[in-house]
Nanobody, 121 residues
Framework: QVQLVESGGGLVQAGESLRLSCAAS????????MAWYRQAPGKQRELVAS???????NYADSLKGRFTISSDNAKNAVYLQMNSLKPEDTAVYYC???????????????WGQGTQVTVSS
C-alpha cells in the first residue's frame, strides 16, 4: 500500500533548526504535489509549504524566509528545513502528498502519521 512516513521531529530550543523528512513508499506511479502541514492542539491544520512536480513552491506567509521545502524525486521524498524556530512553531507536522498509485487510475490525497515538533523558549 502507498503510504507516507515522516521523521526528524523533536524537541529544540528557540532559535535552533530541524529538518523534517517524509518518504512515500509503495507502488507509486506519479506524485503531483507534496506538502507539509502542521496542527497545534486546538488549532486548525494549516499549510506550511508545498512543492509540485513542476517545481513550484508555496509557503505560508508567516513562515516564508525561515522554512524551506525541497524534494527528491528519485526517493519520492520531501523535506522541510526549519530554521530560527519559535515556540509558536510547536505542532504536529504532517506530510501530505497527492499521488497516483500504480494501477489505481486516479490521484488521491495521502497523509502521514505526523511528527511532533516542540520548541521551547
Amino acid at each position: 500500500q502507498v503510504q507516507l512516513v515522516e521523521s526528524g521531529g523533536g524537541l529544540v530550543q528557540a532559535g535552533e533548526s530541524l529538518r523534517l523528512s517524509c518518504a512515500a513508499s509503495g507502488s507509486i506511479l506519479r506524485i503531483l504535489r507534496m506538502a507539509w502541514y502542521r496542527q497545534a492542539p486546538g488549532k486548525q491544520r494549516e499549510l506550511v509549504a508545498s512543492t509540485t512536480s513542476g517545481g513550484t513552491t508555496n509557503y505560508a506567509d508567516s513562515l516564508k524566509g525561515r522554512f524551506t521545502i525541497s524534494s527528491d524525486n528519485a526517493k519520492n521524498a520531501v523535506y522541510l528545513q526549519m530554521n530560527s524556530l519559535k515556540p509558536e512553531d510547536t505542532a504536529v507536522y504532517y506530510c501530505n502528498a497527492n499521488m497516483e498509485a500504480l494501477y489505481s487510475g486516479n490521484y488521491q490525497i495521502y497523509w502521514g502519521q505526523g511528527t511532533q515538533v516542540t520548541v521551547s523558549s
